[in-house]
Each structure stands twice: as structure tokens, then as C-alpha cells.
């Protein structure tokens, strides 16, 4: 239970931020569309890797 609190939560809000921040990002022309595709790619995986672990589990 530890490690799902402490390690895997965070590293999913991460993800869940790396693949919302880009769009905007991108639409205020601040990153390229390759390092968007990117930050999307990465930050997807690291979502749908770790939150099943978390998401509808109890405390």
C-alpha cells in the first residue's frame, strides 16, 4: 500500500500533467509539435501504466 501512496500516485498526476500541459503549450506556440507529440506519447503511457493501481482502490 506504501508504494502505490508514495510512488505510483504522484508518477500518475505526472503523466496526467504531462499529457494536459502540451495542448496549451502548443496553442500559445511555446513547444514545437514534434515535443508535443512527445510530452503525449510519455505522458500517456505513464497514466495508463500507474493509475489502475490507484484508481478505485480504498485507503
Known sequence: MNIIKY????LSYVG???????????FYDW?????????????????IVTAPWWINKRD
Do not use: H, N
Open 31 to 47: 513547444i514545437p509539435m514534434d515535443r508535443y507529440q512527445q510530452f503525449m506519447l510519455w505522458g500517456s503511457l505513464l497514466w
Open 7 to 10: 510512488l505510483l500516485k504522484p
Open 16 to 26: 496526467l500533467v504531462a499529457t494536459i500541459l502540451p495542448a496549451f503549450l502548443l
